[in-house]
């Protein structure tokens, strides 16, 4: 069965600090896995995407890593700020289908 | 750009009522989607189009219907509402489902069923 999990399923940390957030997915044949930032009562919002190819790939202080063979992806977020407060959303898709797998999302608060 | 645009943004629905949400987009993408997203869940889907005319059941279809007669809009309608339908609702698109594109998000619509 294709599933996305995601752990922890809540954080706090203080401003400053760096966190990792962890995705672990059985959706096969992979595709690609998109991580999603979403604050609260706003609607999902794209991060970065990766393909079976990369191993690494940045957007600012958002650092994501993906081990196709182990099937695990991770989100680190560097000198976190107090908008970093949301839901990371881990999302996979199949190469085959037309569905996307959603995790059920890490929630991160920033406190100062 | 105006994205994914939703409505309403709240609702409260009486059980047995009807309702449509209604979904645009305007980058010209072929997919869209709706999803609803209950507390501590993932998103599920419900259904989703892979273009004008097209539309096929994803998840969690029962109690709702789409039609999708223009590339821009993909409503969902809401027939005889059940308080299990209280969710938050999601609508997406994406120019392809493959590597590399973007699936973008409206900003939700709160719907209570009571």
């Known amino acids: 069965k294709n599933q996305v999990e995601q752990s922890p399923q809540s954080l706090i940390i203080l401003e400053g600090k760096n966190c990792t957030l962890q995705c672990n997915y059985t959706v096969s044949p992979f595709s690609n896995l998109r991580w999603y930032k979403q604050d609260t009562g706003r609607g999902p919002v794209s991060l970065t995407i990766m393909t079976f190819s990369e191993n690494t790939k940045s957007n600012g202080r958002y650092t994501a890593t993906l081990d196709a063979d182990t099937k695990q992806s991770s989100l680190h977020i560097t000198a976190s700020q107090l908008s970093d407060s949301a839901s990371y959303i881990c999302?996979?898709?199949?190469?085959?289908?037309?569905?996307?797998?959603f995790g059920t999302g890490t929630s991160l608060t920033v406190i100062p | 750009n105006a994205g994914v645009t939703q409505t309403p943004k709240f609702r409260i629905l009486k059980i047995g009522q009807s309702m449509t949400l209604q979904c645009a987009q305007d980058?010209?993408?072929?997919?869209m989607y709706w999803y609803r997203q209950d507390p501590g869940m993932g998103l599920k889907l419900i259904y989703y189009s892979v273009g004008a005319g097209i539309t096929d059941k994803g998840e969690v279809p029962n109690g709702y219907n789409v039609s999708r007669s223009t590339t821009e809009d993909f409503p969902l309608r809401l027939e005889l509402a059940a308080p299990s339908q209280t969710s938050v609702y999601f609508c997406?698109?994406?120019?392809?489902?493959?590597?590399?594109?973007?699936?973008?998000f409206g900003e939700g619509s709160w719907l209570t069923v009571v």
């Open positions: 980058m010209n993408h072929n997919y």
């Open positions: 999302v996979v898709s199949a190469s085959t289908g037309n569905q996307f797998y």
């Open positions: 997406a698109s994406s120019y392809h489902r493959g590597s590399g594109n973007t699936i973008y």
